[in-house]
């Protein structure tokens, strides 16, 4: 049975409909390629804090050293591009916070870190840099018969004995480093090619500086925890001496001010939160990052040397623990503002209802004294109508005997007595209850 008549392959081009970030979805895997390297190379890596929103104008310096060079620049809203300058190449990326400037260019016959790769760059582009460095490292990728990967020649290099290195990647190669800052204001990689591919040397290089770039951006927010230390410690020393207060509060007022209080130490709190919140974050994101790195290197100990993996253990990972635990006490501290503020809160309420309930038994005695009194009023209404209704009809039996009529004026207003009082009394009665009604 024929279902339908089939078309070229081709045809599904026009029949079927894309989504609209397809594309941009199927790229993403594709983004920030590891570069294809040749030993020998010297690397030059800045990482520039620029801030969120930087990018536009990134793009554009970038568009001027392309222009200078001839080369095409990167393409509009791009976040990451590669440039071929000539004798050099630069490649950037662009992330939430910071951006990455790598520097590659072959190895020339100086000194690995007196000729660096920065070198090529040109002094008055590189001066409007935008963004602050935060990272900057130059790494030298060497062969593994080259002196400066020799004991003598790192210590040369380095300036010192007290450096980390390891075997990585399948041990097809090796690298040590100082995590430090020397004179130039960069700190110093070497890395001894033993089989490299150049896409293996691409990736390895790509990681050792992604590794130094996130830490020192997950070591951003040791700093803001140690300052707020003193607050946190102070706000909670002030919580303890309101919570021992709400115990003592001796009435409404005292409640009142303990309320205030108790708000403002919850201001003050969320304060510190908005303050730091982002930075805690973000430092156990890119905490993350290093430890994937890390394990993506595969890294295994030179005898006699610690490893990175060690470092890190000893150094990152305390300052990252140090501002978990900050962010800790302080959801903590949050939380126990909000407890104390529930039971102060639950004191007042059941004051008010307690003086809720006393002022309606108050109303209630009030209503019932209304009542009496009305009732007392009603009776005394009934007695002077009634009193003036056998004035009226005493008055009326004097006019008849006057006229010759056998009336006795006294009997005749004592006989109207019972009848004048039930007439008064039934008026009343149905005058109230209309009344009642209305309302």
Not at 40 to 45: E, G, K
Not at 104 to 132: C, K, N, Q, Y
């Amino acid at each position: 049975m024929s279902i339908g008549t089939l078309g070229p392959p081709a045809s599904a081009l026009t029949v079927l409909r894309d989504h609209a970030l397809r594309d941009l979805l199927t790229n993403e895997v594709h983004a920030r390629p590891h570069e294809r390297l040749q030993t020998p190379l010297r690397v030059t890596h800045l990482a520039m804090l620029s801030g969120e929103g930087a990018d536009e104008a990134e793009r554009r310096h970038l568009a001027r050293l392309c222009s200078r060079a001839g080369a095409p620049p990167p393409p509009d809203e791009a976040t990451h591009h590669s440039a071929d300058l000539g004798p050099f190449r630069l490649k950037w990326e662009r992330h939430t916070e910071f951006s990455t400037w790598t520097v590659f260019r072959p190895d020339p016959a100086g000194a690995a870190f007196s000729d660096t790769a920065i070198a090529a760059l040109p002094v008055d582009w590189l001066a409007e840099l935008p963004g602050e460095r935060l990272v900057g490292i130059h790494l030298a990728l060497v062969p593994r018969d080259s002196t400066l990967a020799s004991p003598e020649g790192l210590v040369g290099a380095f300036g010192t004995d007290s450096f980390v290195g390891s075997v990585v990647s399948g041990e097809a190669a090796r690298f040590w480093t100082d995590f430090r800052i020397h004179g130039d204001g960069f700190s110093r990689v070497v890395l001894a090619d033993f089989h490299l591919s150049p896409r293996q040397a691409g990736r390895t290089v790509q990681r050792i500086l992604e590794i130094e770039t996130y830490r020192m951006m997950a070591l951003l927010a040791l700093p803001p925890a140690r300052s707020v230390l003193p607050r946190i410690s102070g706000i909670e020393a002030e919580l303890a001496a309101l919570t021992q207060r709400t115990a003592t509060a001796a009435g409404h007022e005292d409640e009142q001010a303990l309320l205030r209080a108790l708000t403002r130490l919850a201001a003050a709190a969320e304060q510190i939160a908005a303050e730091t919140s982002y930075r805690f974050s973000a430092a156990r994101a890119y905490s993350d990052l290093v430890d994937r790195r890390m394990s993506e290197l595969r890294e295994s100990r030179i005898e006699g040397l610690q490893t990175l993996g060690e470092f890190m253990a000893r150094r990152l990972q305390p300052a990252i623990r140090t501002c978990e635990a900050v962010a800790g006490r302080l959801e903590a501290l949050s939380a126990r503002i909000a407890r104390a503020s529930n039971l102060l809160r639950t004191r007042v309420d059941l004051a008010l209802e307690s003086q809720n309930r006393d002022l309606l038994q108050s109303m209630d005695r009030r209503a019932q004294l209304q009542l009496r009194l009305q009732e007392t009023v009603e009776g005394l209404s009934v007695v002077a109508i009634s009193y003036y209704l056998l004035g009226l009809v005493g008055y009326a039996a004097k006019g008849l005997k006057a006229a010759g009529a056998a009336v006795d004026p006294d009997i005749a207003a004592a006989a109207a007595i019972p009848v004048v009082l039930a007439l008064v009394w039934t008026g009343v009665r149905r005058l109230r209850r209309a009344l009642a009604g209305r309302h």
